[in-house]
C-alpha cells in the first residue's frame, strides 16, 4: 500500500497524488516529524495541518482501522530541538525539568477531553501514549467547515435563531471542561468549525501554559478574542476568560466583525455596532455581549449559568413570574376583611393588572426608545447611532510593526530573528511554488508586513519557502561526467537515473544525454528523468580478426 502523505489515500506509484496533488518527493521539515513515522507500531504520519508554541498537528493513517485521524504531538518550540529526517525529541538539557512538568500537564489535560467524549462541541480524543520522548494524542478526523468561511458563506453574520443552537453547546462544553480544571482559552473564530451535521465543533485545544504570557512557552493569543488579563504575565486564568472569547467569537458571528483587541479595548473599551445590527438582534443578546465582553473582569459575567441565563429570554420572563407571585402571595396573606376593594375587585386581581400593565408599558416605552435615534443598547456598548460600524483605527499606528522577510532567503531570515528577542520563525510544513522568488526564498509571512505589534514577548512568525518554479529546465550534461550531469539536474529540483549503452563517440562515463528529453525542455519539479550514460566503445568481435 502507497499511501499519499497529503491526504492518506492511496497513490499507487504515483509522486503527485492524483487525489490531491500533493508531492510526496518532498520532505516534512524539521523539527516536524519525517514523513512515513509510524508512532506506536500503528499510526503512519503524514503532512502536518497546524503549529502552536506547544503542540503540533498532523494527518495521521491507522494500520489497524483503516482510518485517517488526527496525531497531535507535544513539541514545545524553544524547549526541543530535532535534526531533519529524525524522530527522537532532543530536549534543552536546562529545559529538561520544565519539559517534563509542561508534557504532564499536556497528557492530562487530554485525559480530561477524552473524558467528555459525549458532549458534541469537543473532540473526540481516541488515544494517549507516550514515544520518541514526547507525547502524542490521537484525535478523530472530521470532514469540518471553518467557521469564519461558514459565517461568509450566511451574507457575513449570523441570525440570532441561527447562532443560538450552535453556541449553547459550546457554553456546556466549557462549563464541563472548567469544572474537571482546565479551561481552553483560545475560543475564537479560527478555532470553531461546523460538522456535516451543522453542529460547532471547537479546535485549538492547549493547556493554559500555552494561552498567557510569562510562561516556558512560546504562547498564541488570538486577537480580539483574547481576554486582557491573557496579555498579563502569569495571570491566572478562569471561566471568566473564556467567557470573554466565547461573547467575542458571538461576536464575529452576530455582526462579522471582531472586537478590538484586547491592549487596545484597554486604552478604549466601546465595542462598535451599527445600529442596523442592534436592531436586528434581540436586546437581551446585545446585553449579554457587554457584559461578557467588559474589559475589567469585576464587571464582567462571572459564570456560564449566568452566561446561559443572559443569553436567554426566560430570565427576564422568569423576574416577571417571580414578582407577580411575590406581590400575589403578599396579598392574599392579608386579612379576609381586605379581601374586596371598594370596587369589588380583589387585591390579587388588581396586582395582577398593574404588573401586567406596567409590563406593557415599559415595551412601549424601550420600543420608543429602540427604534429611534435614542439607543440605550448603543449607548452602553459606547457606540454611536450611526447605520455603519466605525473604525477601529482612527489615528495612525506609531508604534512597533511586523518586519518584512518576503524576498529574503530562508537562512537570512533566521540569522535576523536571531537579533529580535521575542520572534520566534516557524517554516510552515509545506514549501510551495513560486515563479517569481527562487527556491529558498520566504514568499509569504502571518502576520503580515506592517501589521500592528501589540505585544511585548514570543510573537510567533510563520514564513512560507519558495520551491522555484513548478516547471524546471533541464541543464545541458551532453560530455559531462554522470556526478557532474547528476549534480546539475540536481540543482533544478529534478531527480536523475543513469542507463548505459556504448558509444564510439564518448569516453566511458561519459553523458550521451536525455533518453526521452533534450536540453531546453521544461518537466515538472521532482521529476525523475533517465541520463544516457557511454559505456565506451562497443567490444570488437575477436572472430573477425581472423
Given at each position: 500500500?502507497?499511501?499519499?502523505?497529503?491526504?492518506?489515500?492511496?497513490?499507487?506509484?504515483?509522486?503527485?497524488?492524483?487525489?490531491?496533488?500533493?508531492?510526496?518527493?518532498?520532505k516534512?521539515?524539521?523539527?516536524f516529524?519525517p514523513?512515513?513515522?509510524?508512532?506506536?507500531?500503528?499510526?503512519?504520519?503524514?503532512?502536518?495541518?497546524?503549529?502552536?508554541?506547544?503542540?503540533?498537528?498532523?494527518?495521521?493513517?491507522?494500520?489497524?482501522?483503516?482510518?485517517?485521524?488526527?496525531?497531535?504531538?507535544f513539541l514545545?518550540?524553544?524547549l526541543?530541538g530535532?535534526?531533519?529526517?529524525?524522530?527522537?525529541?532532543?530536549?534543552?538539557?536546562?529545559d529538561?525539568?520544565?519539559?517534563?512538568?509542561?508534557?504532564?500537564?499536556?497528557?492530562?489535560?487530554?485525559?480530561?477531553?477524552?473524558?467528555?467524549?459525549?458532549?458534541?462541541?469537543?473532540?473526540?480524543?481516541h488515544?494517549?501514549?507516550?514515544?520518541?520522548?514526547?507525547?502524542?494524542?490521537?484525535?478523530?478526523?472530521?470532514?469540518?467547515?471553518?467557521?469564519?468561511?461558514?459565517?461568509?458563506?450566511?451574507?457575513?453574520?449570523?441570525?440570532?435563531?441561527?447562532?443560538?443552537?450552535?453556541?449553547?453547546?459550546?457554553?456546556?462544553?466549557?462549563?464541563?471542561?472548567?469544572?474537571?480544571?482546565?479551561?481552553?482559552?483560545?475560543?475564537?473564530?479560527?478555532?470553531?468549525f461546523?460538522?456535516?451535521?451543522?453542529?460547532?465543533?471547537?479546535?485549538?485545544?492547549?493547556?493554559?501554559n500555552?494561552?498567557?504570557?510569562?510562561?516556558?512557552?512560546?504562547?498564541?493569543?488570538f486577537?480580539?478574542?483574547?481576554?486582557?488579563?491573557?496579555?498579563?504575565?502569569?495571570?491566572?486564568?478562569?471561566?471568566?476568560?473564556?467567557?470573554?472569547?466565547?461573547?467575542?467569537?458571538?461576536?464575529?458571528?452576530?455582526?462579522?466583525?471582531?472586537?478590538?483587541?484586547?491592549?487596545?479595548?484597554?486604552?478604549?473599551?466601546?465595542?462598535?455596532?451599527?445600529?442596523?445590527?442592534?436592531?436586528?438582534?434581540?436586546?437581551?443578546?446585545?446585553?449579554?455581549?457587554?457584559?461578557?465582553?467588559?474589559?475589567?473582569?469585576e464587571?464582567?459575567?462571572?459564570?456560564?449559568?449566568?452566561?446561559?441565563?443572559?443569553?436567554?429570554v426566560?430570565?427576564?420572563?422568569?423576574?416577571?413570574?417571580?414578582?407577580?407571585?411575590r406581590?400575589a402571595?403578599?396579598?392574599?396573606?392579608?386579612?379576609?376583611?381586605?379581601?374586596?376593594?371598594?370596587?369589588?375587585?380583589?387585591?390579587?386581581?388588581?396586582?395582577?393588572?398593574?404588573?401586567?400593565?406596567?409590563?406593557?408599558?415599559?415595551?412601549?416605552?424601550f420600543?420608543?426608545?429602540?427604534?429611534n435615534?435614542?439607543?440605550?443598547?448603543?449607548?452602553?456598548l459606547?457606540?454611536?447611532?450611526?447605520?455603519?460600524?466605525?473604525?477601529?483605527?482612527?489615528?495612525?499606528?506609531?508604534?512597533?510593526t511586523?518586519?518584512?522577510?518576503?524576498?529574503?532567503?530562508?537562512?537570512?531570515?533566521?540569522?535576523?530573528?536571531?537579533?529580535?528577542?521575542?520572534?520566534?520563525?516557524?517554516?510552515?510544513?509545506?514549501d510551495?511554488?513560486?515563479?517569481e522568488?527562487?527556491?529558498?526564498?520566504?514568499?509569504?509571512?502571518?502576520?503580515?508586513?506592517?501589521?500592528?505589534?501589540?505585544?511585548?514577548?514570543?510573537?510567533?512568525?510563520?514564513?512560507?519557502?519558495?520551491?522555484g518554479?513548478?516547471?524546471?529546465?533541464?541543464p545541458?550534461?551532453?560530455?559531462?561526467?554522470?556526478?557532474?550531469?547528476?549534480?546539475?539536474?540536481?540543482?533544478?529540483?529534478?531527480?536523475?537515473?543513469?542507463?548505459?549503452?556504448?558509444?564510439?563517440k564518448?569516453?566511458?562515463?561519459?553523458?550521451?544525454?536525455?533518453?526521452?528529453?533534450?536540453?531546453?525542455?521544461?518537466?515538472?519539479?521532482?521529476?525523475?528523468?533517465?541520463?544516457?550514460?557511454?559505456?565506451?566503445?562497443?567490444?570488437?568481435?575477436?572472430?573477425?580478426?581472423?
Amino acid at each position: 500500500m502507497s499511501l499519499c502523505m497529503g491526504c492518506m489515500q492511496e497513490k499507487g506509484e504515483n509522486v503527485i497524488c492524483p487525489s490531491c496533488g500533493f508531492d510526496n518527493s518532498e520532505k516534512q521539515q524539521a523539527p516536524f516529524l519525517p514523513y512515513g513515522t509510524v508512532l506506536m507500531n500503528r499510526y503512519i504520519v503524514g503532512a502536518g495541518i497546524d503549529n502552536n508554541g506547544e503542540s503540533t498537528r498532523y494527518l495521521c493513517y491507522d494500520k489497524q482501522t483503516g482510518e485517517v485521524l488526527i496525531v497531535c504531538e507535544f513539541l514545545p518550540i524553544g524547549l526541543i530541538g530535532r535534526g531533519q529526517g529524525e524522530t527522537q525529541v532532543k530536549v534543552n538539557y536546562e529545559d529538561r525539568n520544565v519539559y517534563n512538568k509542561l508534557k504532564d500537564d499536556f497528557i492530562n489535560y487530554y485525559k480530561v477531553l477524552s473524558e467528555l467524549r459525549e458532549l458534541s462541541a469537543l473532540l473526540n480524543v481516541h488515544n494517549i501514549f507516550e514515544e520518541y520522548n514526547t507525547a502524542y494524542v490521537i484525535e478523530e478526523n472530521e470532514d469540518l467547515i471553518p467557521f469564519e468561511e461558514y459565517v461568509q458563506r450566511s451574507n457575513g453574520n449570523l441570525e440570532w435563531d441561527i447562532a443560538r443552537p450552535l453556541f449553547m453547546p459550546v457554553i456546556s462544553a466549557l462549563e464541563a471542561l472548567h469544572k474537571r480544571g482546565v479551561g481552553h482559552y483560545a475560543i475564537s473564530p479560527k478555532n470553531m468549525f461546523i460538522t456535516a451535521s451543522g453542529k460547532i465543533k471547537i479546535s485549538g485545544f492547549a493547556t493554559e501554559n500555552e494561552r498567557k504570557r510569562g510562561t516556558p512557552l512560546k504562547s498564541q493569543l488570538f486577537s480580539g478574542a483574547a481576554a486582557p488579563e491573557q496579555y498579563e504575565r502569569n495571570f491566572p486564568l478562569d471561566d471568566i476568560t473564556d467567557i470573554y472569547g466565547f461573547c467575542a467569537t458571538l461576536f464575529f458571528a452576530l455582526t462579522g466583525n471582531m472586537p478590538k483587541s484586547a491592549p487596545d479595548r484597554l486604552k478604549d473599551s466601546r465595542l462598535l455596532m451599527s445600529t442596523t445590527t442592534v436592531k436586528r438582534l434581540p436586546p437581551h443578546v446585545v446585553s449579554a455581549l457587554a457584559n461578557g465582553l467588559q474589559v475589567e473582569r469585576e464587571n464582567r459575567i462571572t459564570d456560564f449559568d449566568e452566561l446561559r441565563s443572559q443569553l436567554s429570554v426566560a430570565h427576564t420572563a422568569k423576574a416577571i413570574q417571580d414578582e407577580i407571585s411575590r406581590t400575589a402571595s403578599m396579598n392574599i396573606s392579608r386579612s379576609a376583611d381586605d379581601k374586596k376593594t371598594q370596587n369589588g375587585m380583589s387585591p390579587a386581581t388588581i396586582t395582577i393588572i398593574s404588573v401586567i400593565a406596567t409590563v406593557l408599558v415599559l415595551g412601549i416605552v424601550f420600543a420608543l426608545l429602540f427604534f429611534n435615534n435614542i439607543n440605550p443598547f448603543m449607548n452602553m456598548l459606547g457606540g454611536d447611532t450611526s447605520a455603519t460600524v466605525e473604525s477601529t483605527a482612527s489615528t495612525e499606528w506609531t508604534g512597533p510593526t511586523i518586519p518584512s522577510y518576503i524576498g529574503k532567503t530562508y537562512e537570512e531570515v533566521m540569522k535576523e530573528a536571531e537579533g529580535q528577542p521575542g520572534i520566534t520563525i516557524l517554516r510552515n510544513f509545506t514549501d510551495e511554488y513560486s515563479d517569481e522568488y527562487k527556491e529558498g526564498v520566504v514568499i509569504s509571512q502571518s502576520p503580515t508586513a506592517g501589521s500592528k505589534v501589540t505585544q511585548e514577548d514570543n510573537l510567533i512568525i510563520s514564513v512560507t519557502v519558495s520551491k522555484g518554479p513548478k516547471m524546471r529546465e533541464l541543464p545541458a550534461i551532453e560530455g559531462l561526467t554522470i556526478d557532474q550531469a547528476a549534480a546539475a539536474i540536481a540543482d533544478q529540483g529534478l531527480l536523475a537515473t543513469a542507463e548505459y549503452q556504448y558509444s564510439d563517440k564518448y569516453a566511458e562515463g561519459r553523458v550521451i544525454g536525455y533518453k526521452s528529453q533534450q536540453k531546453g525542455d521544461t518537466v515538472e519539479y521532482g521529476t525523475n528523468v533517465i541520463v544516457i550514460v557511454s559505456r565506451g566503445k562497443e567490444p570488437q568481435d575477436s572472430s573477425n580478426n581472423n
